[in-house]
């Protein structure tokens, strides 16, 4: 039975994580219910309570709520055996904008598409996969350091190349949402599913993701954002925060709730001042960064909006924190299998890593040695995890963070895993709050990464 006493001020969140069972309690009922659990070494520190003043009605109490039941069989562990049957297709390293904390420094670099001829292969793998396993459908993502849709005639042909496949394709694109009035009319029918990245009012629009010219992009996302809404799409919103986190970053959701349709807006924070590259937060800036978010989060809920964040997850179990590695083949320009989105070029510091093979004369050809190599040392971050209440939701963290290089990636001294810690706590304290019964209680939902895929 997995129980965790979460200190918050002078009280604990008593956690099932695998029951979907939290509520507040002081120290003495942290220590019964870990006694009760058999929890050597992880009581609450300070001095022993005596349980034998504790009235038979706070037992009674813990059976009712469901407390003291058996946990539930656990996520099972991902299947090593590498049969994506979803086709990533990093589409191109052009891009109109120039966002200013961009990880892949789109639009610098000598100008390379994926060809139509590695889509190709990349969906005929894909869809043989998902055939052979007898799924119900493939996927199909066009994601990448670039604007996908700049490579306009690839990803057309390709999605009617996947079309024509006598297995349905769920398609799906990460976009800017900069894009012509004939590109708006075939997008929008033709799509499953839709992410804009898009970062709020006009002021913060602006100033961090302006074109290459310097001019901002606010109206001609907008644009966008109200057409689809006019059309009655349902479409997620990623935003890119900033510091100051305070205040600014709840203005700009306020600002989605109130003038966009948009019902999943996804919230990460950079912490870098230079595109091109990956920071990790100082201790400071994971706390200001929590505060902002809890914020943003209470205007969203208050909205009917639905505010995450990737790596605090307490409603999603998952045994990885994205399927990325397991379930995507994903393809560069260059036609090299990788296992993260964001290694879009060799001059990623982690593409040697996470390089696990090429599409050469229309097949896919997978080095096992070194995909073998990136899921021991997924395996061996998660195990290091073991003990923290977040186990089962962040499972480990996603790899682009946690392995770049100079990142203290260590789980009890990781900035970024304070922020999940933080977060996932704070979000419990919400959902117990907003629980008529104080008691938080989550309806069975299992995972890998949420089903899709991680879009970073």
């Known amino acids: 039975m997995e129980i965790f006493a979460v200190p918050v001020e002078d009280k604990f969140i008593l956690y099932r994580p695998l029951k979907r069972l939290a509520f507040v309690g002081n120290r003495a009922m942290a220590r019964l219910v870990l006694e009760l659990a058999d929890q050597d070494g992880r ?31 656990p996520p099972p562990p991902r299947d090593p055996e590498y049969h994506p049957t979803s086709a990533v297709i990093l589409a191109t390293n052009r891009c109109n904008l120039r966002c200013v904390y961009c990880y892949a420094d789109a639009g610098v670099e000598v100008a390379q598409d994926v060809s139509l001829e590695l889509a190709r292969a990349a969906i005929d793998r894909a869809y043989q996969n998902a055939v052979e396993l007898g799924r119900s459908h493939f996927g199909l993502t066009f994601h990448g350091g670039g604007e996908p849709t700049l490579a306009w005639e690839t990803l057309v042909e390709a999605v009617a190349y996947a079309r024509a496949k006598d297995l349905p394709c769920h398609v799906s694109v990460v976009s800017n949402g900069i894009w012509t009035d004939r590109q708006r009319a075939w997008i929008i029918p033709n799509l499953n599913e839709l992410t804009i990245s898009f970062d709020g009012t006009r002021e913060t629009q602006d100033r961090q993701r302006p074109f290459a010219s310097g001019r901002g992009t606010f109206e001609a996302a907008m644009k966008t954002i109200r057409t689809l809404d006019e059309q009655g799409f349902d479409y997620g919103i990623r935003m890119t925060a900033l510091a100051p986190w305070q205040g600014r970053l709840v203005r700009d959701v306020q600002f989605i709730c109130r003038e966009t349709g948009c019902k999943h807006i996804q919230v990460e924070p950079a912490f870098s001042a230079q595109r091109g590259e990956y920071r990790s937060p100082s201790l400071s800036e994971s706390e200001d960064f929590v505060a902002g978010f809890m914020e943003a989060f209470e205007v969203a809920e208050r909205a009917g909006r639905r505010l995450t964040y990737s790596g605090a997850r307490p409603w999603l179990l998952t045994s990885s924190f994205c399927s990325a590695p397991y379930g995507g083949l994903i393809v560069t320009p260059a036609g090299n299998l990788v296992t993260c989105y964001e290694v879009t070029s060799p001059q990623h510091p982690l593409a040697e890593f ?54 203290d990636a260590t789980p009890e001294t990781s900035p970024r895993c304070q922020t999940n810690r933080s977060i996932t706590a704070q979000m419990l304290l919400w959902y117990i709050a907003a629980a008529q019964d104080g008691v938080w209680r989550r309806a069975k939902r299992t995972g890998h990464g949420g089903e899709a895929l991680y879009r970073g």
């Open 43 to 73: 009581e609450p520190s300070g001095e022993a309570e005596d349980l034998t003043d504790l009235p038979p009605s706070v037992l009674n109490y813990l059976e009712d709520i469901g407390f003291l039941e058996p946990d539930p069989p």
């Open 354 to 407: 996470c390089t696990i093979g090429r599409i050469e004369d229309g097949k896919a050809i997978v080095d096992e040695r070194k995909r073998s190599a990136v899921l021991s040392r997924l395996a061996a971050r998660r195990e290091a995890c073991r003990g923290c209440f977040c186990y089962w939701h962040c499972a480990g963290d996603c790899h682009a963070k946690t392995f770049y290089p100079g990142v």
